[in-house]
C-alpha cells in the first residue's frame, strides 16, 4: 500500500505563526489579542481557554500554541451582537446559518429574552431576566419537583463558578447536572474509579521527563492539543520512543517544527515525533491491547536470564488484585481475533511488546479516540492493564495520562459537578452549609436528552457550552430542547443553542476568561484545574466586550437568589470577593486545605493522586486487573463501512474557527468524508464526489447528506468525517455501557453516491 501524506510539511513551523496571526486579524484584534497571548499561561495572566494541557515549569515568555491563539482571538473579536443584530435577524433566519456563521457573528453583549409573537429575541434587563428565570423555576420545582429541571456545565467553567452552581443546584433539590465529561471522558472517569480507585490520570508534567516510552492512544495532539507537541518534541530529542495508535496518520505525530526552535524555524525542518504509527481499525482498540499484553505475557513466560524478568511480579503481588483470571482470559482470546480485531499483525505487536519491556518506566495517553465508544471503558482499563503489568503506576516517568479537552473540565468535576455525588460530598456539604442535600442520583446527558423527550425534565440551564451542537441525536436533540418549558444559556458567543430553544428563552452574557473581572472587592481571579491535577489561578485583562457582561459566578448568584427559598449563602458576599468562594471550597472540597494560601504560589499547587502513592481506593484496595467485558472483535457486514468522527485544525470542539483543515488537505469544505483512495477505487468512484451516509443501528437508519470524498490514509473498511456535522447518525443508545459516553467514534454505516448535487 502506498503512502499518503496530504500535509507535505511539518507540523507546527512558520504556518502555524502565520495561521495564527491571521486569526488575529481575521476578528480584527491583531493588536489587542496579540498582547493578550504574552499573558496566556502566566503567573500574572489567565489559563488559556482552550485545552487542559499543563503548563509548563520553565519560565517561557511564550507558552501558547496556535489553537490558543484561535481560542482568544475569537473572544477578543471586535464583531458584536447587540440588540441590533437580534433585531435584524430572526431566530428561524439564524437556524438556517452553519456553525461557523454563527461563530463569526461576535460576542453576545445584553442579556436577550425570546418572543414567540415575533420569533426575534429582545432585550433584557438582568434584574427581569432574573426574576423571570427564577420564578418559572419555583413554579417548576412546587408543580412538578426539583427533578424536573436539569442543569449542564461546561468544562470551561471555573472553579469558583461551578462551585457556586453545584451549590445552587443542590440547594434547589435535585443532582441533574449533565456535563461534558459525560460525553468525552466519562468512560475514562468511570473505569480509572473501578480499577484504581480514582478517576484521574496518575502522572505530573514532569513525568514526560523522565519516561523511557510513550504510548500514545486514540489522540491527535498536533489539532487538540498543541502544546504536547512541545512535551513530546523535547522526549524525542532525549532518546525516549513514541509509538502512536491511531486509525488516521496525523501530520503531528509524523513530524513537528517547534515553533520555539530557532534552528528548526531557520531551517524549516521538522523532527519525527512518533517512531512508529500504527493504524488500528476504528473500534480495534481493546483488541490491539490484547495482542500486546499476550505478546508481553509470551516474552515473560520465555524469559531467561538474557531477557531478564519481564513481569514486575513484586508489584503485581503487593499492589493488584485479579492477575491470574486475566492472564488467563488473555491467553485465551486467539491471535486471528485479535489480528482481525485490530488490524495489526501478530509480528508488529510482538515488536510493540518488545520495546515496552525494554522501557523502565512507560507513560500512555490517550484521548477520545479511546473514550467515545462502546468499548469505551475496556479500552481505558485494558491500557491501565498493560501499565499494571510492569509497575507503571506510582513510579518516576511512568503512569495513565488522560488528556481532557476542555481549560477546567476536570476541575469541574472536582468541584461537584457529577450527577452521582459521593455520599462524602454531600455529607460535607450539609455539614458546611447547614441544609439538606439531594441524595438521589441525578441525569447525565443521554438521561436529560430522554427527560426532555418525554416530559420528565422541563427546565434547561447551560452554564457555557454549545448543548445542542455536542450531543449525538441531533435531530431528536432538537426537538427534546424544543419541548422544554425554559431554557437558559450562559454564553460569550453566539452559537446552534440559542436557536435550538425551550418555549421561554434566555441568552445570558458572561465575561470570557481573558476579561477583566471586576466586582466590589477589586479585580478577581479564578482557578482552574489542568489534566494533571494542577490548580492555578487565572487573571483576565482585556477589557469586556460590554459592560452589561457579568461573569459567572456572578450570574449563578443572582440565578440562585432569585430561585431558591431558603439560601445557604449570601451570594452577593461571596462573589464580591472571590477569595470567599474558595474559603467555601476548601471547607468543602478535599485537597483544597489552606486554598487561598496554596493557589498563590508562581504554580499553584498539585492535588495529589491515591494511586500514584499505591493507595488504592477501590472494592479490593488495590489496583485491578479487569479483563474486558465485550469481544474484542465483531465483524462488519460486507456492505458497511466504520466511521469516525474528528475535529478540523480549525475547530475546538463543538467550536469553527474557519472551513479549513491544512493538516488534512481540506480548504473551505466541512461536509466531507474521509477514505483510502484504493477504497475509493474498489468502489468504482471518485475523489470529489458527493456521497450520503447512513448509519445502521438493527433496524434503525439515518441519514446524512452530501458528503465530499476526499482521500486520506485509513485501514481497509474505515472512514473517517467531521463532528458535530454527523452527529445525527448516533441514537442516544449508542453509547458505552454505564458511562454513557456517546460513541461518536465508531459508528457502522453504509454509503452511497448522492442524489443531490452540488449547491
Not at 517512531?275 to 476504528?282: A, G
Not at 481493546?286 to 495482542?291: H, N, Q
Not at 468525517?721 to 455501557?737: A, G, K
Request: charged letters at 20%; hydrophobic letters at 40%.
Amino acid at each position: 500500500m502506498k503512502k499518503i501524506r496530504v500535509y507535505p510539511h511539518p507540523a507546527g513551523g512558520w504556518p502555524a505563526l502565520g495561521n495564527s496571526a491571521l486569526s488575529l486579524l481575521k476578528q480584527g484584534t491583531l493588536l489587542k489579542g496579540g498582547a493578550s497571548m504574552l499573558h496566556a499561561n502566566q503567573p500574572d495572566g489567565f489559563d488559556c481557554p482552550g485545552c487542559a494541557w499543563p503548563d509548563s515549569s520553565s519560565h517561557k515568555a511564550i507558552d501558547f500554541c496556535e489553537n490558543g491563539v484561535k481560542a482568544v482571538a475569537n473572544e477578543a473579536t471586535s464583531q458584536r451582537v447587540t440588540a441590533d443584530f437580534f433585531a435584524q435577524h430572526s431566530v428561524a433566519q439564524l437556524r438556517g446559518w452553519s456553525d461557523y456563521q454563527l461563530e463569526q457573528a461576535g460576542r453576545l453583549t445584553e442579556p436577550m429574552r425570546y418572543d414567540a409573537a415575533t420569533d426575534h429575541y429582545l432585550p433584557i434587563s438582568w434584574a427581569q431576566a432574573l426574576a423571570e428565570i427564577g420564578s418559572q423555576l419555583r413554579m417548576l420545582r412546587e408543580s412538578i419537583g426539583a427533578d424536573a429541571a436539569a442543569f449542564y456545565t461546561s468544562g470551561r467553567t471555573s472553579n469558583e463558578a461551578a462551585f457556586l452552581y453545584q451549590l445552587f443546584v443542590r440547594a434547589f433539590g435535585t443532582n441533574n447536572l449533565p456535563d461534558c465529561s459525560n460525553m468525552c471522558h466519562e468512560a475514562t472517569s468511570v473505569g480509572l474509579k473501578q480499577q484504581i480507585g480514582v478517576g484521574k490520570g496518575t502522572i505530573t508534567l514532569d513525568d514526560f521527563e523522565h519516561a523511557e516510552a510513550i504510548f500514545i492512544f486514540g489522540q491527535n495532539p498536533a489539532t487538540n492539543h498543541p502544546r504536547m507537541m512541545g512535551t513530546l518534541h523535547e522526549a524525542v530529542k532525549r532518546g525516549c520512543p513514541i509509538l502512536a495508535f491511531n486509525p488516521l496518520r496525523e501530520a503531528g505525530l509524523e513530524a513537528f517544527t517547534n515553533p520555539q526552535s530557532p534552528l528548526e524555524m531557520l531551517t524549516g525542518k521538522g523532527l519525527p515525533i512518533a517512531m512508529r504509527l500504527y493504524q488500528v481499525k476504528i473500534g480495534g482498540d481493546s483488541a490491539l491491547l490484547t495482542g500486546i499484553i499476550k505478546a508481553v505475557l509470551a516474552r515473560d513466560a520465555a524469559h531467561n536470564s538474557e531477557v531478564g524478568e519481564v513481569l514486575d511480579r513484586a508489584f503485581i503481588a503487593a499492589q493488584t488484585s485479579g492477575f491470574a483470571e486475566f492472564e488467563a482470559h488473555i491467553m485465551a482470546q486467539s491471535w486471528a481475533e485479535i489480528e482481525a480485531g485490530s488490524g495489526i499483525s501478530k509480528a508488529e505487536l510482538e515488536d510493540i511488546a518488545e520495546i515496552y519491556c525494554a522501557s523502565q518506566a512507560t507513560i500512555c495517553t490517550w484521548g477520545m479516540g479511546i473514550t467515545q465508544h462502546q468499548r469505551g471503558i475496556d479500552n481505558v482499563q485494558m491500557i491501565v492493564n498493560l501499565l499494571l503489568l510492569r509497575g507503571n503506576i506510582g513510579k518516576t516517568g511512568a503512569g495513565a495520562a488522560p488528556i481532557r479537552g476542555h481549560s477546567n473540565v476536570q476541575g469541574d468535576r472536582t468541584m461537584g459537578i457529577y450527577e452521582k455525588p459521593d455520599a462524602a460530598l454531600l455529607d460535607r456539604l450539609e455539614q458546611v452549609f447547614k441544609m439538606p442535600m439531594p441524595r438521589k442520583h441525578g441525569v447525565d446527558v443521554v438521561d436529560t436528552l430522554k427527560g426532555l423527550a418525554d416530559g420528565t425534565i422541563q427546565a434547561f440551564i447551560a452554564l457555557g457550552g454549545n448543548f445542542a451542537a455536542a450531543t449525538p441525536d441531533t435531530s431528536n436533540t432538537y426537538a427534546a430542547l424544543q419541548n422544554a418549558k425554559i431554557t437558559v444559556q450562559i454564553s460569550t458567543k453566539l452559537n446552534r443553542s440559542h436557536v435550538v430553544h425551550g418555549q421561554s428563552a434566555y441568552i445570558l452574557p458572561c465575561l470570557g476568561r481573558t476579561e477583566a473581572d471586576w466586582q466590589d472587592s477589586g479585580w478577581q481571579s479564578v482557578t482552574t484545574e489542568d489534566s494533571m491535577s494542577r490548580v492555578m489561578l487565572s487573571r483576565g485583562r482585556n477589557t469586556p466586550a460590554s459592560d452589561q457582561l457579568w461573569s459567572e459566578p456572578a450570574i449563578v448568584a443572582g440565578l440562585a437568589q432569585a430561585s431558591l427559598q431558603s439560601q445557604p449563602v449570601d451570594w452577593a458576599h461571596v462573589v464580591a470577593d472571590y477569595d470567599r468562594i474558595r474559603e467555601l471550597i476548601a471547607q468543602t472540597i478535599i485537597g483544597f486545605d489552606d486554598f487561598n494560601q496554596r493557589v498563590r504560589a508562581e504554580r499553584g499547587f498539585y492535588l495529589g493522586n491515591a494511586a500514584r502513592e499505591h493507595v488504592w481506593h477501590t472494592s479490593t484496595a488495590k489496583a485491578q486487573f479487569i479483563a474486558p467485558s465485550q469481544p474484542i472483535h465483531t465483524p462488519l457486514a460486507a456492505d458497511l463501512w466504520m466511521l469516525t468522527t474528528v475535529r478540523s485544525h480549525d475547530q475546538y470542539n463543538t467550536t469553527i474557527y474557519a472551513l479549513d483543515d491544512r493538516y488534512r488537505n481540506i480548504h473551505g469544505e466541512r461536509r466531507v468524508c474521509f477514505m483510502h483512495p484504493d477504497e475509493i477505487a474498489r468502489m468504482g468512484w471518485q475523489v470529489d464526489q458527493w456521497v450520503d451516509l447512513t448509519s445502521v443501528f438493527g433496524l434503525s437508519e439515518r441519514t446524512v447528506t452530501r458528503f465530499k470524498l476526499k482521500p486520506f490514509d485509513l485501514p481497509a473498511g474505515c472512514i473517517a468525517s467531521y463532528y458535530p456535522e454527523t452527529n445525527d447518525l448516533i441514537p442516544l443508545d449508542h453509547h458505552t455501557p454505564r458511562a454513557q459516553t456517546p460513541a461518536y467514534k465508531s459508528i457502522p454505516v453504509r454509503l452511497s453516491l448522492s442524489n443531490e448535487v452540488q449547491k
